[in-house]
């Protein structure tokens, strides 16, 4: 019954991406990602109601973290070595430091949001599946090229 709510699901999704062809690229491979992973990991019904709220609010935050920081640090990198002074690059690593940890302490809260609603090994194929798709979505673009 399961593989029959997954298939149903995978189509649905399809058809969607299908029927609104005009959507923007960002819609179409949102709606991508949400099927590769929920096949790959083989989520049930139940599961994916949990997994994908937890998910895309991690995806929001993590976006919003790096976006801040490439706001923080962009015109730092632009700067020439005799542009920058031991203080303003001292000051320059703490705020790098500071934004890889909010990003790890993120990581962290993720993957313990993920245990609640998931078995460990499912959390623990995330990261695989997420760059399973990263690699399908780099061979579908190339494909598109030629």
Request: net charge neutral.
């Amino acid at each position: 019954m399961n593989n029959m709510k997954r298939t149903i699901f995978l189509f649905l999704t399809l058809l969607t991406c299908v029927a609104f062809g005009q959507e923007d690229k960002r819609s179409q491979i949102q709606a991508m990602k949400t099927a590769y992973i929920t096949e790959e990991l083989d989520l049930s019904t139940d599961e994916a109601e949990k997994f994908w709220p937890v998910y895309n609010t991690y995806r929001k935050n993590l976006w919003n973290l790096s976006h801040d920081k490439y706001l923080t640090l962009h015109d730092s990198y632009r700067l020439d070595l005799d542009e920058i002074d031991n203080k303003k690059a001292l000051h320059l690593l703490s705020l790098a430091k500071q934004k890889e940890k909010d990003e790890s302490e993120l990581r962290e809260a993720f993957q313990e949001d993920l245990l609640k609603v998931l078995p460990a090994s499912k959390v623990f194929m995330l990261r695989k599946v997420e760059e399973g798709f990263k690699r399908k979505l780099l061979q579908w673009y190339s494909q598109k090229k030629d």
